[in-house]
């Protein structure tokens, strides 16, 4: 096969991460996600906590200690995207893989080889697996869904020019309550052996 990129964006309780793992695990590729904050941070000099903080939320603690007008926070999260940006393309030259979130699919929009996939579903599934997964109290996880999937529309709009909605930069758009995790697995995998041969 050709080297390749799968891009995967989702939303929150969508089983997206699990899919992404398992879709790994079916192409023998790498699975990045949680990876990309532990090389920042320790491009930064920063502890994980601080980084996870800042990139999804501005009202990080961290910082506001660090700087208590409210000053800085921007620039902050704009070095962090910076970062993260060099790694995934770093990633993407080095070996085919699968990558999570973090505006992959806008980054890697110039490279040949890429699928870029948005897994949702619809709201009553998505609680259910937050509650059955995550094992979140209902009402937690309603609010997760909402802060969550708006947080991370904002970060596309900041640093995404072309952002105009999830369908922005997707090849495709998969339901997972539809065909389940491993159904959504099958059809993707199906997909990047045909496109990627």
Known sequence: MKQYVVTISRQFGSMGRMIAQQLSRELGVEFYDR????ETASRMGLPVSVISNTEENSKSIYFKQQYPLGMGIAS???EIFLIQKNIIRDLAQK???IIVGRCADSILMDMENRLNVYIYAPMDARLRNAVELAKLDEKTAKKMI?????SRELYHRRYCPE????????????????FGAEGTVKILAGLVREMFA
């Open 146 to 150: 909402r802060e969550i999937d708006r």
């Open 163 to 178: 952002y105009v909605d999830a369908s922005t930069n997707k090849d495709i758009m998969i339901d997972s309550s539809r």
């Open 76 to 78: 902050m999260r704009d």
């Open 95 to 97: 070996e085919s893989c």
């Open 35 to 38: 990876d990309i904050v532990e």
